[in-house]
């Protein structure tokens, strides 16, 4: 009989042990897999969602909830802004393109961002150049005399089932203008997937406010310089003045990645005392193991068995329930993620689940097995010290 | 899982060091935005002697400008903070930024407010990128980390060390 008999033969003997170990294993592993899954999918998220411009300018206040809002549609929209605004950075010569956003409520949660056609040019600078699917863009039309026109994103499209020509309208009081879907853009990864872009001329006759309004509003203007050697002055000119901020998206960006970073350290001491408890507990399952087959082990050792193989049996044996849990682990790990993943994505969170294979996966494993090993050290040096005349005396 | 990212990272940076520096006894210059500055001349030309660096690892501090994607793998280097709105005088533009691209992997802790050392290989001249636009001083395959108690060096003032 070999030591892999042996040790297949002890894991069918304590079966229902051998299995709640193997469980206590997998849901240790499975908690590590999801949490670092997760939270590197929501960087990912973010980074992946990110615009391509450098510079977004809205109404003073936070900047983080300005460009939240603006580039993730999460959070409530800052204060409106002029339109002043986006005229003196269009005419700015530092300027290569000025794009006008104003944020709307929502259809079944699917926010408005009024825009101009520019929103949607395909800049050679861009990573995600918002595409039709199929339909049209809305028409730019005079602000007195809007068409109602309406491009929805991918996920709008396919959550709320509209399509090209149908009319819509959420609420009583928006019965009087009702819009008309023309297009629908391909998914593109961001948060674009979940809006409905209408024409600012749109915005401004659907809102009661804006439509008395003599300065029509918007929430932000995104902009990308010439040359991004001007960044910083041009950020730094909107920002001195007392109305308006200019706002570094990829800056916010880290400074939120810094915060998720601190989470991730609480997460980690977490994680290591969850590795403690898993460890301690296949320590004490394999050591009530070994004083149980102290007689068993004598007989062994009695039929030939050396002391060498006895310890071996027991690391195995304590290898493979690591192992076992391990490989368990790292696949309902990954479950969990996808599942906390769509739940995230469902509510509009910036998410991406990493499924393929990195260092993750093997250096886990890895650990787990030696987590295994190091449990099963002392049972095994135990065993290894089993005298064979004292245990294999009558009972 | 940070205890296995640390000790993955400086077995990486154990790996780049055996690869990344000059040899024993190599000093990697200093660059300084004065000098940058100073090198800058009509017709989008650099002078000669800013030109000799060309392809040759440099070693520059500043402040980082987050103008690329959030990975920080493509940022700006100035000589002014991203933040700081009333602390000193603006840069002039082209020639007091340094367009950096960092190595394939390179983590930090982004701080507005921190100084930040970068060493990496250097280009002077005029060029277009198609994401990033026009860029007179470059420094690709760039590593990056905290400069404690740097200085940096205006328009007009000492050259540094």
């Known amino acids: 009989m070999t030591p892999v008999t042996v040790v297949w033969r002890y894991l069918q003997g304590r079966f229902v042990t051998s299995v709640l170990t193997v469980v206590s294993v997998a849901l240790g592993v499975s908690l590590v897999i999801a949490s670092v899954l997760l939270t590197r999918g929501i960087k990912e998220g973010f980074i992946a969602g990110a615009t391509d411009y450098n510079l977004i300018v809205g109404a003073k206040g936070s900047p983080t909830q300005l460009v939240l809002n603006v580039v993730f549609r999460m959070d409530a929209p800052t204060p409106n802004i002029p339109l002043s605004a986006y005229e003196d950075l269009r005419a700015d010569p530092r300027v290569e393109a000025a794009v006008p956003v104003a944020m709307g409520d929502a259809y079944q949660g699917f926010r408005y961002v009024a825009t101009s056609a520019a929103y949607f040019a395909p800049f050679s600078w861009r990573r995600h150049v918002p595409a039709l699917a199929t339909g049209r863009l809305f028409r730019s039309e005079a602000p007195e005399r809007p068409d109602y026109e309406a491009v929805l994103g991918a996920d709008a499209a396919r959550r709320t089932g509209l399509k090209p020509e149908d009319r819509f309208y959420e609420g009583e009081e928006m019965a009087t203008y009702p819009l008309r879907v023309v297009g629908v853009l391909r998914p593109t990864g961001t948060a674009d997937d979940r809006a409905i872009f209408i024409s600012l001329a749109s915005y401004w006759e659907m809102n009661e406010v804006s439509r008395k309004a003599r300065v029509k509003p918007l929430t932000a203007v995104l902009v990308r310089p010439k040359r991004l050697s001007d960044l910083t002055a041009l950020h730094r000119g909107w920002n001195v003045g007392p109305d308006l901020q200019a706002a570094l998206p990829s800056a916010i960006l880290l400074n939120i990645f810094n915060l998720l970073g601190l989470v991730e350290d609480v997460l980690a001491v977490v994680l290591a005392v969850v590795a403690v408890v898993v460890g301690l507990y296949l320590f004490v399952t394999m050591y009530n193991a070994t004083l149980e087959r102290r007689r068993e082990i004598a007989t062994m050792r009695a039929l030939g068995a050396r002391r060498a193989t006895v310890l071996g049996i027991v690391l195995l044996e304590s290898c493979a329930i690591a192992g076992l849990g391990g490989l368990a682990g790292i696949l309902g790990g990954h479950g969990v993620a996808a599942l906390g993943a769509s739940l995230l994505a469902a509510r509009g969170g910036p998410v991406t689940h990493a499924l393929a294979l990195s260092a993750l996966q093997p250096v886990t494993f890895g650990a787990v097995v030696a987590l295994g090993a190091l449990a099963g050290l002392l049972p095994a040096v135990l065993a290894y010290r089993t005298e064979v005349a004292e245990n294999l005396a009558p009972l | ?161």
Request: hydrophobic share 40%; charged share 20%.
């Open chain 2, 1 to 161: 899982m940070r205890a296995t990212a640390t000790a993955l990272t400086f077995l990486l940076a154990l790996a780049g060091l055996s690869i990344g520096p000059p040899a024993r006894g190599e000093e990697i210059p200093r660059l300084t935005f004065a000098q940058l500055a100073d090198s800058m001349r009509a017709n989008l030309g650099v002078t000669q002697g800013i030109r000799a660096y060309n392809g040759r690892e440099i070693e520059i501090q500043g402040f980082i400008i987050p103008a690329g994607p959030p990975d920080l793998s493509f940022f700006l280097l100035s000589r002014v903070s991203g933040t700081g709105n009333y602390c000193c005088e603006l840069p002039s533009g082209q020639d007091e930024t340094v367009y950096v691209y960092t190595a394939r992997g390179v983590s930090l802790r982004y701080d507005p407010v921190r100084v930040y050392r970068i060493r990496g290989v250097f280009e002077a001249g005029h060029q277009v990128d198609r994401s990033y636009g026009v860029s007179f001083f470059r420094v690709r395959d760039a590593r990056v980390e905290e400069a404690v108690g740097a200085r940096i060096f205006k328009v007009g003032e000492t050259k540094g060390p």
